[in-house]
């Protein structure tokens, strides 16, 4: 077979049904990308005979004697194609995973299906955007400033990444080639509950290529969690690498090791599985029943940090300020109401997996898609007993994460196929093992009730809060907790009480996902307090304002919590004026019979876990001129490493494009906690500043200068000193995240329904958030958009189905509607004026924040257009149209 790829001939033929995908990549076409395997997603785009395909779904042997194009091959020898030249003028991407694939689907675009993008992109999913910045960059918006001379905080400065994301050469983790690479596959439980009788490895390993199959008798005997914190004590020890029980179906049973994958799944279908099948538990309520099956009844509360195994919970909080009893009595209006949220599948386009090796020391390495590679090494070392200098993690650009890359879901297991072949292995997720195996968004059941005074003042904010974990307990108290504090703490209300259980059941488990808790909770808090306003008689907006915590007042909600959490400055009035103001609006036009409503809601978040997340950096003067920054968070498109140089840059009287950036690396920089919890910015922004502003000090110090520019320190005499002839010379910050600032934001839409159908349209979207000093103003307005879609994506059509059996049958995009780009509508941010106490440089948060006030705000816009008060998600049509034909209460 000879296939052009690119302009050059390929001869080597395709195995017996190979995808064009897996053909491409493995002829060195890196840039074309794994997303779904079933032509649902369009990070495989490429074009065959200048035709636009998916090539996961495309037989390579079809290609015989065709012209193949992939994201390498488009551009001319001399500069940039302009679709990707428009793709970085308006940075369209954050993570850029799936960049490649519409910058393909782009390219071949004529004029009348340009004119016609929903329908034009319909094959290709971003998680990221919320596609505004993708629609800029392909109708040639440019967006992007070049910040010439001026400073470059609070500029649009593109990604130093850009170039690389555009042209297909940024490297993510399975990028790479290893040499001698073995590869892992897992046999998953069937069961939601079993125990392990007994496994036959013979047939597997008499599978060719076998080199290994793994069990839990190979696995070591300790318990760990998957959660990665600063401080590992804070989740439950639950988890074996491989266990003898298996307490949900999809978890690993055995593991496969061979010379391909081919081999490996082969070897999976061979083994041989007796088990015990054990009574399921599959709801939380249930799960909390006397003489429910226990999910963990062997383990030792103390020992394993489980709240009560005997009970099934995983943790639990019960707690109360005042008496909400006697505020109850106090007020004129009380509403209660229950209010339920689903699992949701973070859908990140790169799977979870890891790459690991033994390196020429016998130190064991591993290249993995994470968020924290630093806990992923102590993690690693603490499992296997390895001294930490013996455990390398790093990470090339990271696919997307969301929360769930802030677990160890492939490494461990990696590292003990690693260990017990000493080959190089892989493990990578298929994207039904995604939505089956990795962790989710918790499922919230969130009792509310409120009352409040005939002038609108609260008087008692009461929650009972139910939290399925699933099968461990990564993440779940302490997600609970969360969703429990800044949801009310963000109002001044003399009684509140809390009692809120994470609870096990014997399904796939929950885990960290964008707004941790505080999105499911304020749902409920955000539609009871409107339902409070409406039988007041106010409006919305003024009831918020008249119970909103103030500056300089405490932050206070039931239960113990770090104390210090402060308001290091205030946008929260600006946020409700700008709400206000979209709500006075008209203009948009309905169609005729169709019911029309607006709604509002908003939410405050905390920049950082309690307890401390700590972060380091160095900066240094090269010998060349330029500054190398070494800095450990992560880039998955949370766009810290831009501000970081921003930041640096503007220290040192440079630009970006002369910082060297080195990040993600244990063995290259120093420690980072970890790119989660809204701290890419706030904490080791906070590093880095304190770095470069130690290095400024030496380099004047030591050169006898005034005053720095790029290239070159001026002397007090007028004189200036070239770089080059003072380094090279380093300097370190470090910043523990505390004190901890809070960021406010508030949406608004107004919608259409029709009655007839349960269609919803978004008519205005409207997001205001205070984001402190914005640090690059495109960038801060993706993350507001890329969290109101996925926002958006969970509120209307998101939505994990788990069976009868515990099985989850949502196991692909196909069944699980992600947002596409037809279905976004464009979203006016409006950005509060403050500047923080606390952050680096004024800047506060906003990459979590902007998604929690999204589902509640919609939930009042369809009350206020239907008078029906919805109270399950997702609002999906089926669901709207069955409510709507019966409206005779305002409770659903």
Request: proline letters at 6%; aromatic letters at 6%; charged letters at 20%.
């Amino acid at each position: 077979m000879t296939v052009s790829i690119n302009g050059a001939d390929h001869d080597r033929p395709p195995r017996p049904g190979q995808c064009l995908r897996t053909y491409l990549r493995e002829e060195g076409c890196t840039g074309v990308k794994k997303g779904c395997d079933t032509g649902d997603c369009g990070a495989c785009t490429v074009h065959v005979d200048g035709v636009p395909v998916h090539s996961c779904v495309y037989p390579a042997f079809r290609a015989r004697g065709r012209r193949v194009t992939t994201i390498e091959g488009l551009a001319p020898p001399d500069g940039l194609h302009p679709v990707q030249q428009r793709f970085l003028d308006a940075q369209g991407f954050q993570c850029g995973f799936c960049t490649a694939g519409l910058i393909m689907t782009t390219a071949a675009l004529d004029e009348a299906r340009l004119a016609d993008l929903p329908r034009a992109l319909k094959g290709n999913l971003c998680r990221c955007t919320g596609y505004r910045a993708i629609g800029d960059a392909i109708r040639g918006v440019r967006t992007v400033d070049d910040a010439d001379g001026g400073p470059a905080v609070g500029a649009s400065v593109g990604a130093p990444a850009g170039a690389q994301v555009v042209t297909g050469a940024a490297q993510y983790t399975f990028d790479v080639d290893v040499p001698g690479l073995l590869h892992l596959k897992v046999l998953r439980s069937p069961y939601a509950h079993a125990r392990i009788a007994g496994i036959d490895t013979a047939p597997a390993l008499a599978v060719p290529g076998v080199r290994a199959v793994l069990t839990h008798e190979d696995a070591p005997g300790r318990h760990f969690s998957t959660a990665r914190h600063e401080h590992p004590t804070e989740d439950p020890a639950d988890t074996r690498v491989l266990d003898d029980v298996v307490r949900f179906a999809g978890q690993r049973v055995a593991a496969v090791v061979a010379d391909t994958e081919a081999a490996a799944e082969e070897g999976c279908r061979r083994l041989r599985v007796a088990y015990e099948v054990l009574p399921p538990v599959l709801g939380p309520e249930a799960a909390m029943r006397p003489g429910a099956p226990l999910v963990h009844g062997d383990k030792d509360p103390v020992a394993n940090r489980i709240a009560r195994p005997d009970r099934n919970l995983a943790g639990e909080l019960h707690a109360e300020l005042g008496s909400v009893a006697d505020g109850f009595a106090e007020a004129d209006v009380v509403y209660e109401e229950t209010f339920r949220t689903p699992r949701v599948q973070h859908a990140s386009l790169e799977t979870h997996g890891a790459i690991g090796w033994l390196d020429n020391e016998g130190r064991l390495t591993l290249r993995s898609s994470t968020q924290t590679p630093f806990l992923t090494r102590l993690a690693l070392a603490d499992l296997y007993d390895l001294p930490p200098e013996r455990v390398r993690v790093l990470t090339g650009r990271v696919g997307g994460g969301f929360g769930g890359k802030q677990e160890m879901l492939t490494e461990d297991l990696v590292a003990l196929a690693v260990r017990t072949t000493g080959r190089p292995v892989k493990h990578e997720y298929t994207r039904a093992e995604q939505f089956t195996s990795a962790t989710t968004r918790h499922a919230f059941t969130v009792r509310m009730k409120a009352g409040a005074r005939r002038d609108g003042s609260l008087t008692a904010l009461q929650l009972h809060v139910v939290t399925d974990t699933g099968a461990y307990g990564n993440h779940g108290p302490a997600v609970m907790y969360h969703g429990c504090h800044e949801s009310i703490a963000v109002y001044r209300c003399p009684n509140k009480k809390v009692d809120a259980y994470a609870v096990y059941t014997t399904t796939v488990p929950a885990g960290a996902f964008r707004g941790y808790g505080l999105g499911q909770v304020s749902f409920a808090v955000e539609s009871v307090l409107d339902e409070l306003a409406r039988r007041l008689g106010m409006d919305p907006v003024l009831f918020r304002e008249r119970n909103v915590v103030r500056p300089g007042e405490p932050l206070t909600a039931p239960g113990e919590h770090a104390d210090d959490l402060l308001i290091g400055s205030y946008g929260l009035d600006q946020c409700l004026a700008a709400i206000r103001s979209a709500a006075a609006s008209t203009g948009t036009q309905a169609p005729p019979g169709w019911l029309v409503g607006d709604g509002m809601a908003m939410a405050m978040i905390a920049a950082g876990p309690p307890g401390g997340h700590v972060a380091d950096a160095a900066v240094t003067l090269l010998p060349d001129g330029r500054y190398e920054l070494a800095v450990g968070t992560a880039e998955f498109g949370n766009g810290s490493t831009t501000v970081h140089a921003q930041i640096v840059a503007d220290t040192l009287g440079t630009t970006p494009d002369r910082i060297v950036i080195r990040q993600s690396d244990t063995d290259l920089v120093g420690h980072d906690t970890g790119a989660f919890g809204s701290t890419g910015v706030v904490v080791a922004g906070h590093a880095v500043l304190l770095a470069a502003r130690a290095l400024r000090t030496r380099i004047l110090e030591s050169a006898g200068g005034s005053t720095l520019s790029a290239g070159a320190v001026h002397l007090p005499d007028g004189t200036s000193l070239p770089l080059t002839r003072v380094g090279p010379v380093q300097a370190e910050g470090r910043w523990a995240g505390t004190p901890r600032s809070v960021a406010f934001n508030a949406h608004w839409f107004r919608i259409a329904v029709d009655p007839d159908t349960g269609e919803l349209r978004i008519l205005r979207s409207v997001h205001s958030a205070d984001a402190g000093r914005v640090m690059n103003p495109l960038q801060c307005r993706g993350q507001i958009e890329g969290g109101v879609a996925q926002a958006l994506g969970s509120a209307l059509t998101e939505r994990m189905v788990v069976d009868e059996a515990g099985r989850v049958t949502t196991t692909g995009f196909r069944q699980y509607h992600l947002p596409a780009y037809a279905d976004v509508p464009e979203t006016e941010i409006v950005l509060a004026d403050t500047e923080d106490s606390i952050g680096p440089l004024g800047a506060k948060s906003m990459s979590e924040s902007p998604y929690n006030p999204v589902a509640p705000a919609l939930a009042n816009a369809l009350r206020d257009a239907t008078g029906v008060r919805f109270t399950e998600l997702p609002f999906t049509r089926d669901r709207v149209w069955a409510r709507l034909q019966d409206r005779a209460g305002p409770s659903a």
